[in-house]
T-cell receptor, first 113, second 116 residues
Framework: DGGITQSPKYLFRKEGQNVTLSCEQN?????MYWYRQDPGQGLRLIYY???????QKGDIAEGYSVSREKKESFPLTVTSAQKNPTAFYLC????????????FGEGSWLTVV | AQSVSQHNHHVILSEAASLELGCNYS??????LFWYVQYPGQHLQLLLK??????LVKGIKGFEAEFIKSKFSFNLRKPSVQWSDTAEYFC??????????????FGSGTQLTVLP
């Protein structure tokens, strides 16, 4: 099946530790995104990548890092510098020919304890 | 910068009631408009989208939305809701401009609860 796969679905992390969330897509989409979802705040863009080996900061990039070495993969690292990392993280992808319609993965819950 | 407002944070309806969720955006140029739905425990799914043409667009599960350019609005409607429509609904706007991939902006969401 084509789609976007995020792993792990649930993750617990101790304060001060970095953690990497995986995102893989087999839709052959050029663009990929990471959003953070918090209650009452909708979705906020962390990073996005329009092409392999290139990525741009979104609205809330501080404390996060990404890489885009392959078209199908866009991992997100939540670093210890992120002050409030407990959240629901959503990976997405899109292709311009569909008007940039964005398709989402199932999300990853990160809890910092 | 563009912004999206969803004024209803939580809507509670009985089954068979009619639904209208408001969405207003602020952007002076050409936009693509979307409604996404997130059912409990599931990922965000595209409900419907507007790019151009007929301003009344129909989506899945009997939902429709009307783009009113003069009001900068893209309200979501359904004539008769079902219990299974209980979910969170997000309006999103994408400015249609070169290099605008990052311009997809989401509203804060509206939680719809349908009582059986």
């Amino acid at each position: 099946d084509g789609g976007i796969t995020q792993s792990p679905k649930y993750l617990f992390r101790k304060e001060g530790q970095n953690v990497t969330l995986s995102c893989e897509q087999n839709l052959n989409h050029d663009a990929m995104y990471w959003y953070r979802q918090d209650p009452g705040q909708g979705l906020r863009l962390i990073y996005y990548s329009q092409i392999v080996n290139d990525f741009q900061k979104g609205d809330i990039a501080e404390g996060y890092s990404v890489s885009r070495e392959k078209k199908e993969s866009f991992p997100l690292t939540v670093t210890s510098a992120q002050k409030n990392p407990t959240a629901f993280y959503l990976c997405a992808s899109s292709v311009p020919t569909s008007g940039n319609t964005i398709y989402f993965g199932e999300g990853s819950w990160l809890t910092v304890v | 910068a563009q912004s999206v407002s969803q004024h209803n944070h939580h809507v509670i309806l009985s089954e068979a009631a009619s639904l209208e969720l408001g969405c207003n955006y602020s952007y002076g140029g050409t936009v693509n408009l979307f409604w996404y739905v997130q059912y409990p425990g599931q990922h965000l799914q595209l409900l419907l989208k507007y790019f151009s043409g007929d301003p009344l667009v129909k989506g899945i599960k009997g939902f429709e939305a009307e783009f009113i350019k003069s009001k900068f609005s893209f309200n979501l409607r359904k004539p008769s809701v079902q219990w299974s429509d209980t979910a969170e609904y997000f309006c999103a706007v994408n400015a249609r401009a070169p290099g605008s991939a990052r311009q997809l902006t989401f509203g804060s969401g509206t939680q719809l609860t349908v009582l059986p």
